[in-house]
């Protein structure tokens, strides 16, 4: 207790200017920490806790990166889709082919085998007349009666279908199905694919369908139409520019066009229409008329012969031997000739023309010179298209008149 007491005592006789000297002393070493922000104690306690912790700042390449992807998600579905067309039009191209083989080799055959029955009926006929009588003069006279029969009816469907006709449908068919795969495969590596392309090939593919079908019943095409018009295997429906004029006026020219250019175009145009599609419409009706001639001659030949071989007499064998010989000929320069190839040639050329017709027209439309095809590049390809280096073009344009009556715009056809 004493010693209790004498440590209290001691404590207590400490003077006071040293205990608030001590006091000083420890407020100096005391530091209060200061609270930190809400975003850094978030950030602390994911820290402590393994998290990370990401700010919008660090957000916006995230959020740019998938507006990119999806973008990318949307050019790998038009892509993919191209693709597969491409495929269709592949198949379709080697189809039609296929298909312009066989119907070249109908032509072929048919004519082969209808010149043999008819030559052979014509012999028959005239051998019949140096036959005294009895069974050999009715063979004769029953066979060659047989074979102009089936000549005539042969000679009916060939120029109803027009092999030849035919043929030349399915190769522009393989040739167009193949130049719109090479402008797919064109837009897949070159361009930036999107939906609205893969809706436009689907309506080519469709259209080229239908200007030139692969069946004979029901779908094909008129071989003797009563008016002629020119071949239309694009869509015709096509999307027509925004007719809104750009803002700030149309002097500023860019993308390659000028004022020049486009009045060379129109000036293409013109005389597209007035001199080159006209043209060749007036050759495929000429053709056409021509074809009709040979396609009723044929037929009625080949009738009258087969009726004066049944008959007796000097007259009968002469209509006999002679109506073979001229239906022989006819179905040579009819079939041979080709004559409905040449009629289907002309009419596609004719579609050719208005094709580039309406592509210049759609082109020139669009208000916006950076939604058209480069200026410089799209005068190129219409050169080429006629055949024309691009002096020759531009010669075109400054020289040709409505006055002028014999220039085409045309180099190639």
Request: with cysteine; hydrophobic share 40%.
């Amino acid at each position: 207790m004493a010693t209790i007491q004498a440590s209290s005592s001691s404590v207590s006789s400490v003077p006071r200017d040293r205990t608030s000297a001590a006091s000083k002393t420890w407020e100096s070493h005391i530091s209060v920490p200061k609270l930190p922000c809400a975003g850094n104690l978030i950030h602390e306690l994911n820290k402590r806790n393994g998290l990370q912790t990401i700010n919008s700042a660090e957000m916006k390449p995230f959020i740019r990166t998938n507006l990119k992807n999806e973008e990318a998600n949307g050019n790998w579905k038009a892509v993919e889709e191209l693709y597969a067309i491409m495929e269709a039009v592949a198949d379709r191209s080697e189809m039609h082919k296929n298909i312009g083989v066989q119907r070249d080799n109908w032509n072929r055959l048919l004519l082969n085998s209808l010149n043999g029955m008819t030559v052979t009926a014509a012999t028959m006929a005239g051998l019949a007349s140096l036959t005294g009588g009895g069974a050999p003069l009715l063979a004769l006279k029953l066979s060659s009666t047989l074979l102009y029969t089936a000549a005539t009816g042969i000679l009916m469907v060939m120029n109803k279908i027009q092999p030849s006709q035919l043929a030349e449908e399915q190769r522009n068919a393989a040739r167009l199905f193949k130049n719109l795969h090479q402008q797919l495969k064109t837009v897949v590596e070159v361009g930036r694919p999107s939906l609205n392309d893969v809706k436009a090939a689907m309506e080519k593919v469709l259209a080229l369908d239908k200007a030139y079908p692969l069946p004979l019943l029901g779908t094909m095409l008129e071989k003797f139409p009563e008016t002629v018009e020119p071949a239309v295997w694009w869509p015709r429906e096509q999307q027509r520019s925004q007719q809104e004029e750009t803002v700030g006026g149309g002097l500023e020219r860019n993308n390659g066009w000028s004022e020049k250019l486009e009045e060379e175009m129109r000036e293409v145009v013109g005389v597209l229409k007035r001199k080159d599609a006209p043209e060749y419409v007036r050759l495929s009706k000429l053709v056409l008329k021509v074809n009709k001639i040979l396609a009723i001659c044929g037929p009625f030949l080949t009738g009258v012969a087969a009726v004066g071989s049944v008959l007796d007499g000097s007259w009968a064998v002469a209509l006999g031997v002679v109506g073979g010989a001229l239906a022989t000929v006819v179905n040579t320069v009819e079939h041979g000739g080709q004559v409905g190839m040449v009629f289907e040639m002309y009419r596609s050329t004719a579609g050719l023309f208005q094709l580039m017709e309406e592509t210049i027209e759609s082109t020139l439309e669009k208000k916006d010179e950076e939604e058209r095809e480069n200026g410089e590049l799209f005068e190129m390809k219409v050169a080429l298209q006629l055949g024309r280096s691009l002096p020759g073009l531009q010669n075109l344009t400054a020289t040709h008149s409505p006055s002028s009556p014999r220039e085409f715009a045309s180099k190639l056809f």
